[in-house]
């Protein structure tokens, strides 16, 4: 498996100031400058081997990669949507190594742009998804950042959370699919069996494994019902999706 060349996505409308896009830019060269810093060139080779990722990495570990960030999410204050926006694209769009990207998931969950979090930024997230088009980069925005707006907009979310289960892009679909992964007991069962029931017949990885894994995180809350939904997707669902799902019952 290689990675999957991410499809061309509408951005996010950019509606900041100039004064706000010169402050993102600012922040997203101080963070790539102690990023470079930190690097180490041998262990970059074997995490870009390992993630098979068209993009390198600097070869800075997640407890460095946190310890690097902490003076900078610390001060990481956005005074508006756009702000926060402009400096999580900025991280994000122009980045040239795969940490960067991990920095702007980062600034994307800040506690200070939890406001934001709800159905207006879910266009964002999208942009996040389809061009980061890799389970690292999705499943983070997909259990963290869109799950949140489904867990606290759910009358609003959801429609658009059936839409993204049947989108003509597999990531989407996929976000779709583990979208309630952190929900447990708050879990939509009629929107999980929707994003299941499109994609059973999905010849892809990464669609057959994030079925086996969303079904398996509900059932240690309701086991019954996950039976009941394996049975009853009869020989549609995978032997993948199927030992995933089971594999704790």
Known sequence: MTEEVAREAPEPTRLWCMATTNAAE???????????????????????????????????????????????????????????????????????????????????RHRSARQWHDVESLPLFRHLVVTGAWWDLVDE????????????????????????????????????????LTHKEQTDTGLLHQAIEANLDDQSFWLRKAIGWALRQYARVDPDWVRAEVDGSGDRLSGLSRREAIKHL
């Open 26 to 108: 600012t922040l997203a060269q101080s963070i790539r400058a102690d990023l470079a810093a930190s690097g180490n060139p041998e262990r970059a080779g074997g995490q870009q081997r390992y993630m098979k990722s068209a993009m390198p990495y600097h070869g800075v570990t997640t407890p460095e990669l946190k310890k690097i960030l902490r003076p900078h999410l610390a001060g990481f204050r956005p005074g508006s949507r756009q702000e926060w926006q402009a400096a999580v694209l900025a991280l994000w769009d122009d980045a040239t190594h795969r940490e960067e990207r991990y920095a702007a998931l980062a600034l994307a």
């Open 141 to 180: 925005t997909a259990s963290h950042l869109v799950g949140a707006v489904l867990r606290d907009h759910r009358d609003e979310a959801t429609p658009i959370m059936r839409a993204w289960a049947t989108d003509p892009d597999l990531w989407v679909r996929r976000t779709a699919v583990l979208s309630q």
